[in-house]
Structure formats: C-alpha cells, structure tokens
C-alpha cells in the first residue's frame, strides 16, 4: 500500500536558517509527489508538485523539493526562514495517474524563532 | 470571492444529530473530495466524486454519506453524530485535464460533537 512519512511532526528553526522538512513515500508505481502548507485556520494552499521530467522542482515563496526516486524521498527545503513560513506542511502521494487520490503525510508543523 | 467555499465554517453538535456539511466550488472542476484532518494524523479521505454520477468511498467512509447535487456542490453528511467525528473537515476540488492531480481546497469546517 502507498504511504507517506513525514519525520518530525514540529520543527523549529531560526529567522535565516536553513528549512528542511523530511518526507518519504512508498509506492509501487511512478508517483505523483506534492507538498502543500496550511497556514493557522486556513485551508491548503499548493507549494509544489513534481509530475516528471526535472527532480528538482521549484515552488511559491522560495521553497524547493528534490525527487530522489532510489531514497524514495522529496524533502522540501528553503535557504533562508521567514516569520511567515510558520505554518503546518504536508506532504502528500497521487499513487497512480487519472485517480485522483491524493495520501497525505502526518504534516510537520514549522516554527521560526526570531 | 474565493473558488472553494464551505459552509458552515464552524459547527458544535451533539452526538446523535444529524448534520450536513456544504461544499460549492467556482472552479469549473469536475471532480471534488471531502476529507478530515485530526491532529498528527494528516488528511484522510471520506469520499470523493468525479462527477455528479461518480460517487466513492475513500479510506474512512463508515458514518459519513455524501450527495453530488451538481457539479458545483458536495455536501457531507454524519446521519447520527458521534464525538469522534469532531474534527476539521475539508472539500478540495480538480480537474484532469488541467494540473491533474493537483488539489484546490476550502477553508475548512471545524466540528464539535458533545
């Protein structure tokens, strides 16, 4: 069955650090990877998704994820928090094409210190 | 005006109750889904619909019904509330042909059953 872990269910960093929160998926065909962020009382908004072609992909707000199909991961990453990345963020699998079934991980809620 | 809404945004209901949970969507998209979210659990999916004639269960349907009134609306509904529903409930919206895969989510109901 496909899955998704997400390692560290908060993390905490400080204004300017370095961001990086972890996801792994497990599926037995080609995966459709997405990370998404919910910010307090709102709903998710799309960060990033990766489809095919290139691994890294780029996405709003200076995030980026690698797609490393032999670590099965897509660890999301930003050079530089600010204030406002503080938020909750899920990863998330579509297992197969046209199902249109999204698996999400456990989320990793991100606190930046000043 | 936001493309998906929901409504109530916030619910306190008593077990036993039955109670609907609306969904409309500006979006044009065909397919629409209804998931909850509970602390360190991430976002399960109840249902999903790919279009009015297309209705699913997803991984935890058990207490939930849905209705497809048109391509714009999903609603939710728990028959006989039980306090273990009491979650955030969201709706999110796609269309194949155009970012497949890719969600579009409301705001969010929060739901208290007593």
């Known amino acids: 069955a496909q899955s998704v872990t997400q390692l560290g269910s908060h993390v905490s960093v400080s204004e300017g650090a370095l961001v990086l929160l972890r996801c792994n998926y497990s599926s037995s065909v080609p995966p459709y990877l997405f990370w998404y962020v919910q910010y307090p009382n709102q709903g998710l908004q799309l960060l990033l998704k990766?489809?095919?072609?290139?691994?890294l992909v780029k996405g709003i707000n200076g995030f980026e994820a690698e797609f490393k199909k032999s670590e099965t991961s897509f660890h999301l990453t930003k050079p530089s928090a600010h204030m406002s990345d503080a938020a909750e963020y899920f990863c998330a699998v579509s297992p197969s094409s046209n199902t249109g079934k999204l698996i999400f991980g456990q989320g990793t809620t991100l606190q930046v210190k000043p | 005006d936001a493309d998906v809404t929901q409504t109530p945004r916030n619910r306190i209901t008593k077990t036993g109750k039955r109670i609907m949970l609306e969904c409309s969507q500006t979006?044009?998209?065909?397919?629409m889904y209804w998931y909850r979210q509970d602390p360190g659990l991430g976002l399960r999916l109840i249902y999903y619909?790919?279009?009015?004639?297309?209705?699913n269960k997803g991984e935890i349907s058990d207490g939930y019904s849905v209705s497809r009134q048109a391509q714009a609306k999903f609603s939710l509904s728990l028959e006989s509330a039980i306090p273990n529903q009491t979650a955030l409930y969201f709706c999110a919206t796609s269309d194949f042909y155009s970012g497949r895969e890719t969600q579009y989510f409301g705001p969010g109901t929060r739901l208290l059953v007593l």
């Open positions: 979006k044009g998209h065909d397919r």
């Open positions: 619909s790919f279009d009015v004639k297309d209705i």
């Open positions: 990766y489809t095919t072609g290139a691994t």
